[in-house]
């Protein structure tokens, strides 16, 4: 178990460096992370309370996308990729599939203002003017888990 909470945490600060550094995120890179989110949700609950939590989740995330498609294709005027990249998509999809959903929900909206309060502190000094949201909510969840497990009357896997 050890074990993986730590190389969670260094995934989770590979994506903030790499997407600090280059505004991308390797695929292989998410999908580790997104596999060791799950596996420490699973270990924690019950096969079917965690296929019916991601199933929420997923359809809630579905929802939210769809209402950036509409919103970026009407009121932008452009596609949701020039808006919102694949690394970040498949970032939400890892928060999805990694937590219940009451702490899906408040983690998902914390991280987004979270990368927005520390996208708008930084931005007079980034060379690069778009938000690396990926990077951002990997650092928010870098210290998400390391107050969880060094406090452990903190419970995120909890309903």
Known sequence: MVALKILCLAGLLAIAIQDFKERKVYTGLL???????SILFILRVDGLIYIRNITVNLAILLFIIG?????TTFKMQQPLQQALGWGDILFFIGIALGFPITTFLV????????ALGVFLLLKPTLKEKTVPLAGLQAFF???VFI???????IHLYTF
């Open 67 to 71: 209402v950036l498609v509409v919103y």
């Open 31 to 37: 999908i580790a992370v997104i596999t060791l989110m």
């Open 107 to 114: 983690l998902f909206t914390f991280s987004l203002c979270f």
């Open 147 to 153: 107050t969880q497990w060094s406090f452990p009357k």
């Open 141 to 143: 969840f870098l210290l």
